[in-house]
């Protein structure tokens, strides 16, 4: 750590280049783990109700078992085609065995993944707790596409991020201390259940999932209760607008369900880089403070 703090350059540097990686594997948990959850849920499924003869899932698939093969011809990939961003431009967006095209979203993801890696370590600079916030960035970039993907927010995800969250604070790694984290653990958990009660309450619909609680949980406690109320209004706006503008895209009613999950991760990465800026903006110019 002596050496990134006397060249932060470096350490900036290094979270890039840490960042293209680890989104080479991000891309496989926002595909993989969807799946395995599946999977987990037919197996019990199987088990506590045999009269159902539900067929349990077969072989083993994890994050790393099977091996990744092309979904068109099931082409095992070679080393040299899980090269971050590299190997797809080498291979021109195709399969080298077939050609059946691969979506640009991965090198995509991994170059998302490298540019918010390199300004958390810039913004942040040389420590232990910039290292956690690396980390965190990688969370909620896999939620947020594992939820676009399939409206759920997976709790292998999100519960790790609360308690870890309040592990930091309780260890004093994180600024912020023991209290605001729990506080903000809990009343992020508890402002969303309530507008989700108070709205089934009233149309008897449910209009969002126990995953954004504990997302907005862990939000809560990696940055403490004072940031909720701008996750809550910038998540608002965000997935207002764009929200609709998905619907209207899949030529979809308003009334139909979109994720809500992404638009809440959106709004805590902004609130982490760039939190402090926006309160003194709005207390400066808006209040007159």
């Known amino acids: 750590m002596e050496v990134f703090e006397l060249h932060p350059w470096l350490f900036t540097t290094f979270a890039v280049i840490f960042g293209l990686i680890i989104g080479s594997f991000l891309n496989v948990v926002i595909h993989r783990l969807p799946i395995i959850m599946e999977r987990e849920w037919r197996q019990e499924c199987a088990d506590s109700f045999p009269e159902y003869k539900i067929t349990p899932p077969e ?21 040299i085609d899980n090269i971050p961003v590299l190997s797809w431009l080498f291979l021109r967006g195709q399969c080298h065995h077939c050609e059946n095209k691969i979506s640009a979203r991965y090198p995509l993801i991994e170059l998302l993944t490298a540019l918010m890696s390199g300004v958390v370590a810039y913004s942040f600079g040389p420590s232990y707790f910039t290292i956690a916030l690396v980390l965190f960035t990688f969370v909620l970039i896999s939620a947020t596409f594992i939820d676009l993907d399939t409206m759920l927010l997976p709790d292998q995800l999100t519960l790790p991020l609360v308690w870890s969250g309040i592990a930091l604070a309780l260890f004093q790694i994180s600024p912020i201390s023991l209290q605001d984290a729990v506080i ?12 989700y009660w108070g709205f089934k309450l009233l149309t008897g619909k449910e209009g969002m999932g ?4 504990k997302l907005l949980a862990a939000l809560g406690a ?11 209004l910038l998540s608002s706006l965000v997935g207002l607008v764009f929200g609709i503008i998905q619907l209207r895209l899949q030529k979809k009613g308003i009334d139909k369900a979109f994720p809500f999950g992404p638009y809440l991760a959106i709004a805590g990465w902004v609130a982490l880089i760039w939190g402090e800026s926006i309160m003194s903006w709005y207390f400066g ?5």
């Open 210 to 213: 126990y995953g954004d609680f």
């Open 59 to 79: 072989g083993v698939y994890s994050l790393s078992i099977p091996r990744s093969t092309c979904p068109k011809c099931k082409t095992q990939l070679r080393l």
């Open 222 to 232: 990696w940055l403490g209760w004072q940031y909720l109320p701008m996750i809550i």
């Open 184 to 195: 903000g653990a809990i009343a992020g958990y508890l402002c969303l259940w309530s507008v």
């Open 285 to 289: 110019s808006v209040m007159g403070i």
